[in-house]
């Protein structure tokens, strides 16, 4: 948790925490594989910070955004045909090749037919996951210092310790009850706080002057909100928008444990599709769908702006002074004080909100979120999107707030010459692919040329 005050000088070093501007403390044949680009993601501002961040050209990370999105629908399928031999998927490099594993070398044929490489393991997900979960039970009974961040390490098929005491570390695991043999410990010197601090990415202030930043813009029926970090504030905090009028209360809040919460606003704040791009440009939110390891992501606060890394490690522990959050996600992005509950998007899909880091945006640093869906479920949300009828982006005419209609529809195969039509409009399938939801015609014009 990166934690800064408002009134008071920030320390130079962040540790990983939380980021806020502090007042608080806070079998069968394969499935075919998916051939389609990225969603709505080569907005100029996106692609001019992966360049930036991740030494890609322009082509290279529209390559890399078209290729990560196909990696994700096929590593989503094998995830389903595999079942319980599935041990993970990644991706790897500019073109994202994705690898998927499984400890049954009989389907090693079946991952290559869908277009993946095959890496046969000792150890299912599921097990990976038990394993970690187990030592999550350990940290609720006594959060564990010197074992500050865990995960399920899907390219080592380990779970991973991080500790600047790996003898302590290990006694940790041995007292979880864990087998040894599914744990890697690590030396690491990060020393986890809470990241202290109604477009993803704006700041807000809570009661007594602390400062974070917006998450992703929600509603629950009519009310209209934002999710956000827990850490940022407990429920009935009052908080104010960027420009300190008041704004709305947290209706709900998790942390430690987890690190979400949301804060329902009142009438004189919207709820919009977008989050906070360089430049203050605004990138568009078409979905959740949580992005594979290995893929690109980038992160919206109110102290640092718009940064890209790529997604480490999906469900991560880790241990703050405040106690052990569990199930956030690792990722190359940095961030400091005041950005905590900013938003974090792959592409054109939102995937969470921050929690904490260490490191800073000059030197470079590491960052953990806690994903979105989990949140939504959690309050029963839903998010803000460029796809929902009478949103910006909805493809009907525009005097018309119905919903679109038309023959497109999502989890079809479509060919190349294909036509459909989606709102008033007709579109020419321009390349073959299975669509999904967030894949509308005019959203990705890549695959869709209107008629």
Known sequence: MLHRYVKGACSAALVVGALVVAGHPAAAAGPAPVAAPAPPAADPQLLDALQRDLGLTRDEAVGRLAAESRAGATADTLRSTLAGSFAGAWVHGDAA????????????????????????????????????????????????????????????????????????????????????????????????????????????????GGRCSVGFPVTRGTQQGFATAGHCGRTGTSTSGYNQAAQGTFQGSSFPGNDYAWVATNSSWTATPYVKGSGGQNIQVAGSTQAPVGASICRSGSTTGWHCGTIQQHNTSVTYPEGTITGVTRTSVCAEPGDSGGAYISGSQAQGVTSGGSGNCRTGGTTYHQPLNEILQAYGLTLKTTTGPGDPGDPGDPGDPGEPGGTWAAGTDYRAGDQVTYGSATYRCLQGHRSMTGWEPPNVPALWQRV
């Open 97 to 208: 090749t994705l690898t998927v594993a499984t400890t049954d070398t009989a389907e090693a044929d079946l991952i290559t037919a869908a277009g993946a490489r095959a890496r046969v393991v000792p150890h299912a997900l599921t097990e990976l996951d038990a394993a970690k979960a187990a030592l999550d039970r350990a940290a609720t009974r006594q959060a564990p210092q010197a074992a500050r961040v865990w995960y399920v390490d899907v390219t080592a098929n380990q779970v991973v310790v991080h500790s600047p005491k790996p003898e302590q570390a290990r006694a940790f695991v041995t007292a979880s009850g864990v087998d040894g043999d599914l744990v890697r410990v690590v030396r690491s010197a990060e020393q986890p706080r809470p990241l202290y601090d109604l477009r993803g990415g704006d700041a807000y202030y809570m009661g007594s």
